[in-house]
């Protein structure tokens, strides 16, 4: 029965590609046949009713509005680039929060996207040529590898890092996890410790890296994830180099009501999202560099 699972109970959202088209233009174009009303937390987003498929309206096909959930959107609204800064997006493809990014900084500045897989890299190279971005480089890249102190790496401020993680926020995987454990077998347990624990682990090197970058003032780390070990513990690890480099929590969307789990200190400076409830599990922290800021306490 379609009408008891969340995913077409809830409402469906489009952010408007500003590159392309104005949201008052885009409101007037979806209303002719939809009931449409604007977010009242993301700039940008539109809200349609359940069950609106937009998969082949014609503003999708041309990149005018972009098929993107409320939680995901808020990912590049919450780190707020200025228009003409340099931008990183640390882990990009398929590219929707880069040309979100792109979007919020009006095509001035500079987006600059790696990415590590070579297939992957295809589907950010379509996002972009789709969105009209002019201002996005696509770099074939290892984050970790990138030389922070390098030009232009040396100039960027602001970084999106939004890395591989294990997508349990999404609700085809919170079905998996709502099985009871024995369901799943002692073994796939013990796999899936592991997995996440290999994941964190990155998670918390890159995070790390993204702390290294000289020009560096606002950094957003986030996951589609629900699991406390690749949200909370990620940022709690990291929190003392964080704060020795002039770093401390801000708060992204202060008038939301979901906040971290109260696992570290600073923790309603964080941001979650339901997987049920709002239809997407995300998780958001925001650092931010204050100018002659050098170590002080979180
Ligand atoms: N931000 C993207 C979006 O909104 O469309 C989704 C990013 S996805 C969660 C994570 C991406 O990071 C994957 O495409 C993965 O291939 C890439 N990735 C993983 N490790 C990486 C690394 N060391 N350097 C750069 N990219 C990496």
């Known amino acids: 029965d379609h009408y008891q699972t969340p995913d077409v109970s809830k409402p ?14 885009a409101l007037i174009e979806l209303r002719k046949q939809y009931m449409v009303e604007k977010d009242d937390l993301v700039p940008d987003l539109l809200k349609l009713p359940p069950k609106c498929d937009l998969h082949d309206h014609p503003l999708v096909m041309n990149g005018s509005v972009f098929m993107q959930g409320k939680a995901s959107s808020m990912v590049a ?5 200025e228009p003409g800064w340099e931008v990183l997006d640390a882990c990009a493809a398929p590219g929707n929060k880069t040309v979100h990014l792109a979007a919020l900084m009006r095509g001035k500045g500079k987006v600059i996207a790696c990415e590590l897989n070579k297939e992957r890299i295809k589907r950010l190279a379509d996002t972009v040529r789709l969105s009209g971005a002019c201002n996005i480089e ?9 030389d922070p102190k390098d030009p232009p790496y040396s100039k960027v401020r602001a970084i999106l ?10 609700v085809a995987e919170r079905l998996d996890h709502l099985l009871p454990s024995h369901a799943a077998g002692l073994s796939a347990n013990v796999d899936e410790t592991e997995r996440l624990t290999k994941l964190a682990s990155f998670q918390k090197k890159a995070l790390t890296h993204a702390l290294c970058f000289p020009q ?7 996951t589609c994830s ?7 513990d990620v940022v709690k690890s990291i929190l ?7 770093f401390r929590l801000a708060t992204p969307f202060p008038q939301w009501h979901r906040r971290g789990l109260p696992v570290l200190e600073g923790f309603e400076h964080l941001l979650r999202t339901d997987p049920v409830e709002d239809k997407e599990g995300f998780f958001i922290a925001l650092f931010i560099k204050e100018e002659g800021s050098v170590i002080h306490p979180l």
């Open 77 to 81: 609204a919450a780190l707020d680039p």
């Open 240 to 246: 003392p180099l964080a704060a020795s480099h002039g």
């Open 161 to 170: 890092l939004d890395p591989s993680c294990s997508g349990s926020g999404t």
């Open 216 to 222: 560096a003032e606002r950094i957003v780390y986030s």
């Open 12 to 25: 469906r959202y489009v952010r408007v590609n500003t590159l392309k088209l104005d949201v008052d233009s």
């Open 226 to 232: 629900i699991h406390q070990i690749e949200n909370e």
């Open 138 to 146: 696509v770099f074939h890249s290892d984050f970790l590898s990138l």
